[in-house]
């Protein structure tokens, strides 16, 4: 007869406290945190949480699970979006926010080795002194391990490209606990698979990510944001397709529509400025070449009808600035109260950016639905915010049929259902719309050879 004693979970529970002591936890509270990341996916609690510290003690855990075929999901920060992080399966929750050295930095070579656990502010505080910094900036107080499971991009990637580009190898934990190497610090190599850009974007799913070696950059000679207001969303779009389309090597360009300003005014005290779709823009480079490309794009800005730049030279004003942008998805939550949210995540060729974005809007409005829309527009990426009405019956659901008819329209246009959310949970139904049968087989093909007992985060990125 079976008992919950038996269960191959409690053997592995067992082996990881001998393993680990105390940084093993079954505490409800603890099980609640990992339960899932800030999506509106339904939580699953994990059977236990494992604080880890070191490749070694990563190695064996896998080993563990993989031995009793019991699940394992890897935790950094638990930002995502998508549903990453839920345990659907249960099983053990792999925190690796403690792994937070910074191993090396060759100043020379302009790289570094980190642990995945580092966020991009802490590296970046330590870098400042060398006068280097780590680029891509999703936005949230997320771990650069989480970055590279997800294929993080962020405000910067229009200049800087987004994590696939900044990583240049990784040591990873497979299924049965073996350690491998790839990449190296090489700038380029031809040399076999790109085991490298294969785990970048894998989400947890064909193994546990435990060094990053990331390229970095010098910190520009001079930056200047600034500020553009337009009458309306139309205007907006089209100043950053010609500005993307004249070649000028914006830092950032970032979009909010007018519903996103009210929200971001209110929520982040942005005085001065009007509830109308706005342009968030930053420029990097000498001081020469950030005048010259701040007054082609304020050229630009003003024929499309823009109402002129306000500029943010300082480092105290431009981070404010920016501490707005990256609260735009708290500032759009809070702006109904008691409302909840579901976000899309469309990216498309530039020239069909005013197609994407005024063709999502309109969806939302013959919906009834109230949405912010905010953006990475310099590279076709845009968020929908979706709100809903967690009393309605059928509020989730009605969110979720405006996502589909915004992902619809990304498609048709020649994009694609994520830009840099990943799949996850919420995405997965797209995966094959987007790819079609054969190459979504070939993608389950990889994950068994990686994980032939599927215990790494399954029930993600594919359906049943």
């Not at 390229?215 to 397709?241: N, W, Y």
């Not at 970032?254 to 971001?264: P, V």
């Not at 989730?396 to 996850?424: F, M, P, Q």
Request: aromatic share 6%; net charge negative.
């Amino acid at each position: 007869m079976n008992t919950i004693a038996s269960r191959p979970v409690d053997a592995v529970i067992a082996g990881i406290r001998a393993l680990i002591g105390d940084r093993l936890s079954t505490a409800q509270a603890i099980r609640e945190q990992h339960s899932r990341g800030e999506d509106q996916t339904p939580p699953t609690l994990p059977d236990a949480v494992a604080y880890v510290e070191t490749t070694e003690e990563v190695s064996r855990i896998l080993a563990l699970c993989n031995q009793h075929g019991v699940p394992l999901v890897a935790f950094g920060a638990g930002t995502s979006l998508e549903g990453h992080v839920n345990p659907v399966r249960r099983g053990i929750s792999l925190d690796l926010s403690r792994m937070t050295n910074i191993l090396e930095v060759n100043a020379e070579d302009m790289d570094c080795l980190i642990e995945p656990g580092v966020t991009r502010h802490q590296l970046n505080d330590f870098l400042r002194d060398q006068g280097m910094f780590f680029p891509v900036d999703p936005g949230s107080h997320c771990t650069i391990g989480g970055m590279c499971a997800t294929r993080a991009s962020g405000t910067a990637a229009v200049r800087y490209g987004t994590i696939r580009e900044n990583v240049l190898g990784l040591e990873v934990v497979l299924a049965d606990g073996r350690v491998i190497q790839t990449g190296g610090r090489a700038r380029k190599a031809a040399n076999g698979y790109d085991l490298t850009r294969l785990f970048i974007g894998s989400e947890g799913t064909l193994g546990v990510i435990t060094r990053i070696r990331l390229r970095l950059h010098g910190i520009p000679e001079a930056m200047s944001a600034a500020v553009c207001q337009f009458p309306d969303l139309k205007s907006a779009v089209e100043t950053t397709i010609a500005t993307m389309q004249a070649g000028i090597p914006v830092a950032r360009i970032e979009l909010l529509d007018a519903d996103q300003m009210q929200a971001c005014i209110a929520y982040s005290k942005l005085e001065g400025y009007r509830a109308t779709p706005t342009l968030f823009l930053e420029f990097h480079g000498s001081p020469a070449a950030v005048q010259e490309q701040a007054e082609t794009v304020e050229a630009i800005a003003t024929e499309m009808g823009g109402e002129g730049f306000a500029w943010a030279t300082d480092a105290e004003a431009r981070n404010r600035l920016w501490k707005a942008r990256h609260d735009a998805y708290w500032a759009a939550v809070a702006l109904i109260p008691g409302y909840r949210a579901i976000t899309t995540d469309v990216c498309v060729p530039i020239s069909r950016l005013a197609e994407a974005i005024l063709g999502a809007k309109a969806d939302a409005v013959a919906a009834g639905a109230t949405t912010c829309i905010v953006g990475h527009v310099g590279d076709g990426n845009f968020h929908q915010v979706i709100l809903y009405d967690p009393n309605d019956p059928q509020g989730h659901e009605k969110a979720w049929e405006i996502d589909r008819r915004i992902v619809a329209r990304g498609l048709a246009l020649g994009g694609t259902c994520s830009g840099e959310h990943g799949v996850g949970l919420g995405k997965r139904e797209f995966l094959e719309q987007e790819h079609g049968p054969e190459a979504l087989a070939l993608m389950r093909g990889i994950k068994t050879g990686f994980d032939p007992k599927g215990i790494l985060n399954p029930g993600k990125m594919f359906r049943n």
